[in-house]
């Protein structure tokens, strides 16, 4: 078990009643964090505030089972100033959206606000339940798009869970909306704290490599040749030069295990550049009825 005594505020992308806030609680109460709540408006501003602050943590969605990588979370993370914040731990949450409104008339929404992931989510019900021409309107996140709608007239909704109905005191007019209903969001855990091995550990790693045909493959065989399973790969643009890219890589194992330190090693001498994002235990995605 991680030993956080020592923190004194967890960051995390609010403001109140936020998925992410909701996550925030799940590893407050995992890992017996008695911290001060740090709502941020952005999610560079999350990392900036655990790469500034000692004693800190951090909380970020990085990956959506429907839209895929969560770019900004990962692209903050790696050029975080501190080599030292990575990933501690990860949570699966199922995400179920439903349309929440301050009237009680479904018939009268013109106007729909969320985050742009969760409007991506559920783009079934709203072309197929709301108004052709319906208004939407991207906020920065579905807790901010609840709490914005005072500003505006009651013909609009958001997206959001039920616990931001009960915060910002909404009606729900449909729940579970979300087109998949195996819908849910992988969140982690970040700060400049130490892992211990538990045998069922994750790794994950960022790197670049020159832009020659075979230099991804010849790392790629070196996860083959020592046998560790490569469970997830991205790329990511390395925002340097046009062309040039940032792979993202989970495999397991655990980075003071010998077997990794030594694959490590040997894939630092055919890259250009690295980053170690972190080693935590493996959590397992949550499987939903359809």
Known sequence: MLNFETVKSVAYLGPQASFTEMAKDYFCEKFNINAYPEPMTTIKQVVEFVDNTPDTLGVLAVENSIEGTVRESLDNLMYSSNPNIKILSEYYMPIHHCLLARTTEFSSITGIISHPQALAQCQNFIHNELPFNVNIIEAPSTAEAARSLQNY??????????????????????????????????????????????????????????????????????????????????????????????????????????????????????ITFMRFLGSYKKSKAIVLPR
């Open 153 to 270: 007239n009651l013909t609009y909704a958001s997206i959001g869970s039920k616990k931001t109905a009960e915060t910002y005191n909404l009606n729900v007019l449909k729940e579970n909306i979300n087109d998949d209903k195996t819908n849910q969001t992988r969140f982690i855990l970040i700060g400049d704290f130490e892992t211990e091995a538990t045998g069922n550990d994750k790794t994950s790693l960022a790197f670049s490599t020159e832009n020659k045909p075979g230099a991804l493959l010849n790392i790629l065989e070196i996860f083959m040749k020592n046998n560790i399973n490569l469970s997830y790969i991205a790329s990511r643009p390395s925002k340097q030069q046009f062309g040039d890219y940032i792979f993202i890589v989970n495999f397991d194992g655990h980075i003071h295990e010998p077997k990794i330190m030594s694959t490590i090693q040997e894939i630092k001498e055919k």
